[in-house]
């Protein structure tokens, strides 16, 4: 009687597991995001909204590859959120270079906003453009890209899109945690039931998260989202509720980010947002889903250290197969190698559990998260978020 529990467990890990495997080689294949034809068109604005702080070692690479976009009718919008350092001077720069840069510098934060949030709402109230799209200030964008985006968006009649971007790693360590991380973000999104008719699905990425203008009219707006510290997916989530379709796809190498440099920074850079995803800044959730959650990941751990009976082992090992099976699939087509693969179950997922717990630690005990120059206080947060995962 004591293995039903732990080889359940394990069996309902394999089943989940399994699913993800058969959905997630579409969605990695970056020719999902299909090619243009060469008939003429007329091409909507788009206007490209990226926020920056203190961004001033890659805000000119980044919006330098957008500049170079052969995108026909596109309007680029810099904004610049409070940077401390170079950030305002690097955009100012570039815009006196090209008319299609038109920047705005904010100096101040009202209450009771994210600034990152505020920075975009701004930007949205300065476009033009029948699409807008919100991206980083360390995103590089291939040329075409823009093109094919529109053309499925048209051709599909979506509202809101996001492509999920190649994130860069230098180290092997480093890309095994981005693919545990990516792993387990597709996993837990399930992006196969996507962009139907019916589909309640969300997700939003914000390297690139595009939105219909008409339509993000006709929702609460950025201001409902203020206070969402996953101000991305609250996006996504924000428009499907609202009854707009959305999808997405994998970009490949259209569109790339070095993330984090370092395993010490992506861990310091999850830190404001890892807990807050995870439990909407209250432990009750928090310690809910931990223990419900932890026998689940744990059992294929201890099926396969208990040696014994076979069938207990074997079960761990096929959920342990399916894990690889996945990494090795994101992996791939990350561009990354076997190593990686092999090392995200455990090296990368540890790395994931780090950052989670330093998030929890920290925001507990300071009651509150530092983002971006302001300190936010939890009940703020509470209060604002929006996104229940």
Not at 56 to 65: F, G, Q, S, V
Not at 315 to 330: E, K, R
């Amino acid at each position: 009687m004591v293995w039903i529990l732990p080889l359940l467990l394990a069996g309902l890990c394999l089943a989940w597991l399994i699913v993800a495997a058969l959905a997630l080689p579409s969605f990695l294949n970056p020719r999902r995001l299909e090619q243009l034809d060469d008939q003429p068109r007329d091409w909507p604005l788009v206007s490209v909204i990226v926020t920056a702080l203190d961004e001033e070692a890659t805000i000119e690479p980044a919006l330098r590859t957008l500049l170079a976009s052969s995108y026909p009718n596109l309007e680029l919008i810099a904004v610049n959120d409070r940077s401390r350092d170079g950030t305002g001077g690097v955009i100012d720069r570039l815009a006196e270079e090209d008319s299609r840069l038109q920047p705005i510098h904010i100096t101040e934060l009202p209450a009771g906003w994210l600034g990152k949030v505020h920075a975009m709402s701004r930007g949205a109230d300065s476009a033009r453009g029948e699409w807008l799209l919100f991206t980083d200030a360390d995103v590089h964008f291939r040329d075409r890209v823009i093109e094919r985006v529109i053309a499925v968006v048209e051709r599909e009649r979506l509202d809101h899109f996001t492509l999920w971007p190649n994130l860069l790693g230098k180290t092997v360590p480093l890309r095994a945690a981005l693919i545990a991380f990516t792993t387990n973000l597709l996993i837990l999104l399930r992006p196969h039931r996507l962009g139907g008719e019916n589909s309640r699905g969300f997700v939003g990425v914000g390297a690139f998260n595009l939105v219909r203008r008409t339509a993000l009219d006709q929702t609460p707006g950025l201001q409902w989202l203020k206070m969402e510290i996953v101000d991305d997916t609250g996006l996504a989530k924000m428009m499907v509720e609202q009854g707009f379709r959305s999808s997405w796809r994998s970009a490949g190498d259209s569109l790339t980010v070095e993330w984090y440099p370092s395993i010490p920074t992506m861990i310091r850079g999850l830190e404001k947002n890892m807990y807050g995803a995870f439990s909407h800044f209250r432990l009750s959730v928090f310690l809910t889903k931990f223990v419900l959650i932890a026998p689940f990941i744990l059992a294929p751990y201890f099926a396969v250290f208990s040696f014994s009976p076979w069938w207990l082992v074997a079960s761990g090992l096929m959920v342990f197969g399916i894990w690889w099976l996945l990494s090795g699939l994101t992996a791939a087509a990350a561009g990354f190698g076997i190593a990686e693969a092999l090392l995200a179950p455990v090296v990368g997922a540890a790395i994931m559990f780090i950052a989670l717990a330093r998030s929890t630690w920290l925001t507990l005990r300071n009651r509150g998260i530092r983002w971006r120059g302001t300190f936010y206080p939890l009940k703020e947060l509470q209060a604002g978020a929006r996104l229940k995962l």
